[in-house]
């Protein structure tokens, strides 16, 4: 958890199921096709089912000029919510429905300083 915060930090991986090795207690990356059974690393609470794992648009991540694929379990796409994505800190600014079950995310780049 971030400290003064209560969201919980979640993971996402890209196509090349990218898992951020800085982060061991976030949630493990999770394919489309084959969702994991849930597990103390995964924000779904015990008794909820499977999460469905969905292909979300990311816009607004540092370095890519346009929207990539990533990841997600459908009940961590909430604005405000905290993810990694190749090392860098990232928070949901916004979901948008875009029809047919097509979902998009607007990320916005946290940058911590000590």
Same mark, same amino acid.
């Given at each position: 958890?971030?400290?003064g915060?209560d969201?919980?930090?979640?993971s ?5 199921? &990218? ?12 394919? !489309? ?9 995964? $924000? ?8 469905? !794992? ?10 890519y ?18 993810? &990694?994505?190749?090392?860098?800190? &990232? ?12 979902? !998009? $995310?607007? !990320?916005?780049? $946290?940058? &911590?300083?000590?």
């Amino acid at each position: 958890m971030c400290p003064g915060s209560d969201n919980p930090e979640i993971s996402v991986s890209s196509s090349d199921n &990218y898992r951020s090795p800085f982060h061991p207690e976030a949630v493990t990356s999770v394919s !489309a096709a084959t969702p994991p059974t849930p597990t103390d690393l995964q $924000i779904s609470s015990p008794n909820e089912e499977n999460a469905k !794992a969905v292909t979300v648009r990311a816009y607004g991540l540092l370095g890519y000029t346009r929207s990539i694929d990533l990841h997600f379990e459908i009940n961590a796409l909430h604005p405000e919510r905290i993810f &990694y994505f190749e090392g860098k800190r &990232y928070k949901i600014a916004s979901v948008v429905e875009m029809g047919e079950g097509q979902i !998009a $995310i607007n !990320a916005v780049s $946290i940058e &911590y300083r000590t």
